[in-house]
Nanobody, 124 residues
Framework: QVQLAESGGGLVQAGGSLRLSCAAS????????MGWFRQAPGKEREFVAA????????YYADSVKGRFTISRDNAKNAVYLQMNSLKPEDTAVYYC?????????????????WGPGTQVTVSS
């Protein structure tokens, strides 16, 4: 089993930056695709970004492209989400997710493991 734990959330003003971290434990995730999703109150969980097992390919939702960057450090068993130029509409609980294999899912159904989430609030 893989356990995922997010950190780095908080309150930031519009235009600011945050860096989310996702620490994996239980198993090495260097053969796992990893993703970030978010869920705002009253809305469904949505895809934000994903990265393949070796960091060679990354995918982004149109709403965050050019502002967010996903990365991973397999030596540390960790994944990161650098969020710049934050907007109030980025406010949500952000979840880290992982799944074994070379395919990089961009839907919640594609991921087997989930963290509990971290709150990001962007004030206007």
């Amino acid at each position: 089993q893989v356990q995922l734990a997010e950190s780095g959330g908080g309150l930031v003003q519009a235009g600011g930056s945050l860096r989310l971290s996702c620490a994996a434990s239980g198993r090495t995730v260097n053969r796992y695709a990893m993703g970030w999703f978010r869920q705002a109150p009253g809305k469904e969980r949505e895809f934000v970004a994903a990265i393949n097992w070796n960091g060679g390919a990354a995918y982004y939702a149109d709403s965050v492209k050019g502002r967010f960057t996903i990365s991973r450090d397999n030596a540390k068993n960790a994944v990161y989400l650098q969020m710049n130029s934050l907007k109030p509409e980025d406010t949500a609980v952000y979840y880290c997710a992982g799944t074994f294999g070379t395919v990089v899912p961009m839907s919640t159904r594609g991921y087997a493991y989930w963290g509990p989430g971290t709150q990001v609030t962007v004030s206007s």
